[in-house]
């Protein structure tokens, strides 16, 4: 029998059993069949299906989906259970035509009032049918459903459960296929029933029709919308008021109102509204919200908010007299509409700022709406504060909101802590936003707001939030304070900003200033501590109490006076004693409590904001033996947290040394010493049993390590001998071992850095550590080769001049020959870590000169002449050589003898030995050569400047018998000379020359030099010419009498070429100054009157190679001299700009042109170079005026400097965007200048603006990172969406654009996604037609970068409630999965 008969005999089989009257055997059936369709399924979608697979046939399926459907009819709920789930798994495969028969067949079952006992099951079914078919059917199954449903909500008004079943089914539907045809011609069908039930009599049902209303807003027309929002305003007008003041206005509204709608329930309307707000807020107009927030702030009138500290009036004592049901209804809509605003300020920013006052105002007013319990010092405590500015209450000694004294059972009918929370989430949300915008926090601490029916009684957002950390309720409470959290860690980043100023006396400064020390500080501690000492205080308040000190360390002051720190130390005292009589809290909440508690101790020790004396008295004297004690837990976090806490404390008692010396007082009192040896012995008895221990926890060992190696380099002479000796013999054995070596290896520079005054003697264990050390250099693990590099270094550097005699002339051999094998080019870091280890051995061993010479000369010689060679291994590689010749390890002829056969032996490719250096530079050419001989000309540099004035001599007579022999051949070179030996020699003389003062040589030099240099500018090799153009600039540098006047002569009498050359010369003059000048230490100042001049006539050169020498010589002498050099730049754009441009090249209004184009692009270098802001700062809005300009070159050379300006220096222009930059930003990213150019055979478009469109959208990502403030950036939404269609490089930026705002600013994007979907869509399904090669990877790049911008989109909160941006998701999916 074939597979495909077995198949239909079994299916037959198990379809017979689902009639059978045993349930048990229904259910095996079912359970069977279930599986025997998941494996079809599965073979079905495979890529790797075959032909040969049994098929079920289209009657085997009719007769399977009429037996599940039978069986959802079931007795037995487990057979219905099992038949959802085979439903399910059926839709998947069965024909289009039997998925549609099934959902009418359920849906008549659902709209079946007869059969209500199996309702809900036949509802699970058509739900499951909804969510599980594919999606290319939606549209089929949509059209079967919307208007049944729709008929079935209009005529089952009395049969509740049908109609909570439609609205759910219509909500699932919607929300999935919201979008397609059949569906969309309903929107104003299924919005008007939805709309019509909202009067309901039945609670249920006005929530499932709010509930589809506000699916229903994601996909509906703007004109819809706007319909729909309209109407629930009017609605919500209409509705009764809350409160004595709300019922007086909703009586007043329905009088003058004409409208013929229904009243809805009011409850339900603002649910429906404020879900509307929460999925489309974006898209409602500013007159719409300006209508929505004043109707909402009606139902949470502040006059209304009363608590139970509050007098009533006689109207008010007769209002308060409601039934519990109009309470609960009005707890109920305030709640709703507290959450309206919290959406609204979160996703429509800028249309709510009207409103914000009003809101926070509300939301205080609320915040301590308790009409049912009286706090009993509300009234004090305002009377105290007065009209001064904090308005933050002192705490009464004597106060315990919450203590024993209150009654066991709360109020659980009591409903008024929802409507403060509310309140509180809509103050929070005020801080997100404001965060968010990087808008000024300073309103949050300084404007007052009435938050009590007496207007004259104000406080502050701010002062407000800490009085209410009284809250009785934990949910409500613990909002609160994270509140402030955010509120303060917000602050604290805006100062250190300087947006905002949080030390007194800083009011001139021209930003806003909070007096957080004195106004807030005091408070805030005191708040802190009731709720850690509060016995009925849950474990969420004290771990937020905990976060919030933790912040308050960071802000200036810090937790405040030394009587603050000592009673917070105190109340952490309590937390981690063990002794039940000092606990505050239960046993069983005491580890995380602990960590937090320990986590703070830490920040307090470690951050600058406190004096260390304080913090040292305090914690000795209170916690370090609770600390000790707490690493004895069993819970590894608080065991590791105890002791980072430990390795804090010597370098507290070292601080506070430091400062002792300062203040010229008695540190080594008998007092001292004995308080240290305390410590010392508290510290090794905590430390010493977890550093010994095998079995614990990585991190409690990594710990551990930490901390031994701070209480052996601080405390080490309060430590007996032998107490020293058992740490250090730790300490080696955790480095041998596997698990610890790199911890180990990171502690190590920890102990080299003892204090110099009594140095930790590490000789019992430094041949051993300095062994092993080398040893891991022969690990493949770069990690742990870099760690081991960067610890013998610093071991040796501070400990290597213990060492003496032959046995560690012996050991440092071994060292230095692991080192010379791990000195390649392939790993330059490496490279230079070692080269630093080799210095540091040869200076503290000088003995150790032949070994240095044997193993680790060699590879740096081959080092030497590779291309690759550069930044810091480069000048590792010089040092070594310097310090060989310093120290006469080696014959300075002999290795100049070395670095000279390089030339030959590795740059020529003559040679193939050596370290596998044959296959790095010998098959390098052209560029590779070029750097390689610059390389080596720099080091013969380096050893002629060290070497005696007699050798130097010589070898600079031989440099220049060599440059004139070469000059008599030709210039490029002769007999015996070849042309690389030339450039080596001009390089050399030049390098030489920025280390000595040529011009101070006998015979002559100098002169002689200069002839060769300007001589070779004739040569025919460009390679030649370039190594003399940087060889004159060099040599200038020692000797500028010499060679600068005859640079600035001889740049008036040449030709453009040599011009180029010149000006190449004077760049490289004033770029070595700029970067550390020359070997006398003098400066440039004198000599930039002569200068400037030449340099001017040159900025409108036609050559755009001379622009840009000019335009870099322009930049670097801004660094050096700002006060010289920006009026002069000035002058110039004033001059030059703001004309118009000739089409003449030779015209007038073309050399202002290039003017000005140099002129950006000198500011643009200097930016770069890091040019002083402050001098800058003053001349910038000159220069950004180069944006206006017609000349489309000069407007991208602007870009380019704002976008340097911005990347470097950000403060720069952060407050000139809005006027002076962002006008012409936006103009330009979305410039399109395209033209036709015609080539004969075919034509060619080219767009001239490309290049500022790029531009644009650079300086638009930079700002975004660096200063997102300055800029409108939901302002720049519709510009992203223009740039996601543009062409392939800009889509490319726009793309990363937005995956990065995913992160930092994903509000705007979830706005704005719906303008995104179709051309990223379009990217995705780009074809890749017939390319092929790098083409074809190029358009694949593409394709995968439009592809992760859809993927972190959809990953945003609320995107992928639109459904256009869902379907376009799971089509892109699909294409790809395809593909």
């Not at 009498?1053 to 050359?1061: A, C, P």
């Amino acid at each position: 029998m074939s597979s495909s008969g077995s198949n239909a005999v079994t299916l037959n089989a198990l379809l017979k059993k689902t009639e059978h009257y045993d349930k048990d055997e229904r259910y095996m059936a079912i359970s069977d069949l279930c599986e025997a369709l998941k494996r079809h399924a599965a073979s079905s979608t495979s890529y790797s299906s075959s032909p040969s697979l049994p098929l079920i046939d289209a009657s085997t399926e009719r007769r399977i989906c009429t037996a599940v459907l039978s069986l959802l009819d079931d007795s037995s709920n487990d057979v219905q259970t099992v038949a959802v789930k085979t439903l399910g798994v059926l839709l998947t495969t069965v024909q289009e035509e039997l998925v549609a028969e099934i959902a009418d067949k359920l849906c008549t079952l659902v709209l079946d009032s007869t059969k209500s006992d199996l309702h809900d099951v036949y509802a699970i079914g058509l739900t499951t049918l909804i969510t599980k078919i594919p999606l290319h059917m939606g549209d089929v199954v949509s059209h079967r459903l919307v208007g049944r449903l729709i008929d079935g909500i209009r005529l089952s008004s009395n049969s509740s459960f049908i109609l909570v079943s439609c609205f759910e089914l219509m909500t699932h539907l919607v929300s999935r296929f919201g979008t397609m045809p059949n569906v969309k011609r309903q929107h104003d069908a299924i919005l008007q029933i939805s709309l019509l039930q909202l009067s309901s009599t039945e609670t249920v049902v006005r929530k499932r029709a709010g509930s589809t209303i506000g699916v229903m807003s994601r996909v509906l027309s703007d004109a819809l919308l706007h319909q729909l929002v309209d109407r629930l305003l009017r609605q919500i007008d209409l509705a009764e008021g809350v409160g004595k003041s709300g019922k007086r206005r909703a009586r007043a509204a329905r009088a003058n109102s004409t409208t013929t709608d229904p009243i809805a329930d009011t409850r339900a309307i603002l649910r429906t509204m404020c879900t509307v707000s929460g999925e489309v807020g974006h898209r409602l107009t500013q007159s719409q919200i300006d209508c929505i927030i004043p109707i909402f702030l009606r139902f949470c009138d502040a006059e209304d908010a009363m608590s139970g500290d509050d007098e009533a009036s006689e109207d008010e004592s007769v209002s308060m007299e409601e039934t519990e049901e109009a309470v609960e209804l009005a707890n109920e809509l305030r709640e709703s509409c507290f959450a309206g605003f919290s959406s609204f300020v979160l996703r429509c920013p800028k249309e709510v700022m009207p409103h914000l006052k009003s809101i926070v105002g509300a939301s205080l007013a609320y915040m301590r709406y308790d009409p049912n319990y009286s706090y009993g010092d509300e009234e004090e405590g305002e009377e105290e504060d007065g009209d001064e500015s904090s308005g933050v209450e002192e705490f009464s000694e004597d106060e315990d909101e919450y203590s024993e004294e209150e009654d066991e059972e709360d109020d659980d009918d009591d409903a008024s802590w929802k409507v403060r929370r509310g309140a509180i989430q809509a103050l929070t949300a005020v801080v997100e936003s404001t965060k968010l915008q990087n808008m000024d926090p300073s309103s949050l601490w300084t404007e007052e707001y009435s938050w009590r029916k007496d207007q004259s009684m104000k406080t502050t957002v701010a002062g407000a939030l800490v009085k209410r950390f009284k809250e009785r309720e934990e949910n409500c409470r613990v909002a609160v304070i994270d509140c402030f959290t955010r509120l303060l860690a917000m602050t604290v980043a805006a100062a250190k900003n300087g947006m905002i100023s949080l030390e007194s006396g800083e009011e001139e400064s021209g930003v806003p200033v909070i007096d957080l020390r004195s106004k807030y500080v005091p408070a805030i501690v005191k708040a802190c501590e009731k709720q850690l000492e509060a016995k009925k205080g849950g474990e969420r308040t004290k771990t937020s109490a905990l976060a919030l000190l933790s912040t308050l360390c960071v802000a200036p002051g810090g937790i405040g006076e030394p009587t603050q720190i000592e009673s917070v130390f105190a109340h952490i005292h309590s937390i981690l004693s063990p002794d039940p009589k000092h606990r505050t809290i239960s046993t069983g909440l005491t580890k995380s409590i602990k960590l937090d508690a320990l986590c703070l101790v830490r920040i307090m020790m470690t951050c600058d904001q406190h004096d260390a004396s304080c913090i040292k008295h305090a914690f000795l004297s209170t916690l370090l033996g609770e600390v000790c004690n707490a690493v004895q837990e069993d819970w590894y976090k608080v065991i590791a947290e105890a002791l980072r806490v430990l390795a804090e404390v010597p370098s507290l008692l070292l601080l506070e040394k430091e400062w002792k010396a300062q203040q010229m007082t008695d540190e080594d009192s008998p007092n001292n010493t004995e308080e240290t040896n305390q410590v010392a012995k508290a510290l090794y008895d905590a430390i010493e049993p977890r550093l010994a221990a095998h079995d614990l926890d990585q991190e409690i060992k990594e710990c551990a390590l930490v901390a031994s190696a701070q209480l052996l380099s601080v405390l080490h002479p309060s430590l007996s001998t032998e107490q020293q000796h058992r740490l250090l013999s730790l300490l080696l054995e955790r480095l041998k071992n596997e698990t610890t070596r790199i911890a180990a290896m990171k502690t190590l520079p920890i102990l080299a850095s003892s204090s110099k005054s009594s140095r930790l003697d590490v000789s019992p264990i430094l041949s051993n550590v300095v062994s092993e050390l080398a040893s891991l250099l022969r690990q493949q693990s770069r990690g742990v080769k870099q760690s081991a590099l960067e610890s013998l270094d610093m071991v040796i550097q501070c400990h290597g001049q213990d060492c003496g005699g032959d046995q560690d002339v012996e050991l440092y051999d071994g060292v230095l020959r692991e080192l010379g094998m791990i000195i390649v080019d392939s790993d330059l870091h490496i490279s230079h870590l070692s080269l630093r280890a080799s210095i540091s051995v040869l200076k503290v061993c000088p003995s150790s000169g032949p070994s240095v010479k044997k193993h680790v000369l060699p590879p740096a010689l081959v080092l030497s002449t590779s291309p690759l060679l550069q930044d810091l291994a480069l000048e590792s590689l010089l040092s070594l050589l310097e310090q060989l010749v310093v120290s006469d390890a080696v014959d300075f002829h002999e290795l100049l003898t070395s670095l000279q056969g390089r030339l030959t032996n590795d740059i020529g490719g003559n040679s193939t030995s050596g370290m596998g250096v044959g296959t790095s530079t010998s098959s390098s050419s052209g560029g590779g050569s070029k750097q390689a001989v610059s390389n080596l000309a720099r080091c013969i540099a380096v050893i002629t400047a060290a070497t005696t004035p007699s050798n130097r001599d010589k070898v600079v007579e031989n440099l220049i018998s060599s440059l004139q022999s070469a000059i008599a051949a030709g210039g490029d070179g002769g007999v015996g000379v070849s042309a690389q030996e030339v450039q080596l020699a001009l390089l050399a003389s030049g390098d030489l020359g920025r280390k000595v003062n040529l011009a101070a040589m006998a015979g002559g030099v100098a002169p002689n030099l200069l002839h060769i240099y300007l001589s070779f500018f004739d040569a025919s090799s460009e390679d030649a010419k370039h190594a003399a153009a940087y060889a004159l600039g060099r040599a200038s540098v020692g000797a500028m009498d010499v060679f600068l006047p005859a640079i600035l002569n001889a740049l008036e009498q040449n030709s453009q070429k040599k011009q180029y050359l010149l000006l190449s010369a004077l760049r490289e003059l004033i770029h070595c100054y700029q970067t550390g000048g020359g070997a006398d230490g003098g400066d440039i100042s004198s000599s930039v009157p002569l200068i400037l001049p030449h340099l001017v006539s040159h900025c409108s050169d036609k050559e755009e190679g001379v622009r840009t020498m000019v335009a870099e010589c322009m930049g670097s002498l801004t660094c050096l001299e700002p006060g010289v050099m920006l009026p002069h730049l000035q002058e110039l754009v004033a001059t030059h700009g703001g004309k118009d441009v000739d089409d003449n090249e030779e015209g007038g209004g073309r050399k202002d042109a290039l003017s000005c184009w140099t002129v950006a692009t000198a500011i643009k270098f200097a930016i770069a170079a890091h040019a002083d802001p402050s001098k800058l700062a003053g001349f910038m809005p000159s220069f950004l005026r180069l944006l206006s300009e017609r000349d489309l070159s000069v407007r991208n050379a602007a870009l380019l400097m704002v976008y340097s300006s911005v990347h470097h220096t950000p403060q720069l222009v952060a407050g000139l965007m809005q006027e002076h930059i962002l006008p012409s930003l936006h103009e330009l990213a979305q410039l399109n200048l395209k033209r036709v150019v015609d080539l004969g055979p075919f034509k060619h478009t080219v767009d001239d603006a490309l290049p500022l469109r790029k531009a644009a959208l650079s300086i638009f990502s930079t700002c975004l990172e660096k200063c997102p403030a300055s800029i409108d950036i939901p302002a720049f939404m519709p510009i992203l969406g223009k740039a996601l269609g543009d062409v392939e490089d800009i889509q490319l930026q726009a793309h990363q654009i937005i995956i990065s705002m995913c992160y930092r600013h994903p509000i705007p994007l979830v706005g704005a996604v719906e303008a995104f979907v179709d051309p990223l869509q379009k990217t995705i399904d780009k074809k890749t037609g017939q390319k092929t090669g790098t083409e074809l990877e190029r358009a694949h790049e593409w394709i995968k970068s439009g592809l992760r911008t859809m993927i972190a989109l959809s990953n945003l909160d609320g995107v992928m409630k639109y459904v256009l941006m869902s379907v376009y998701f799971m089509d892109s999916f699909f294409i790809c999965v395809e593909r």
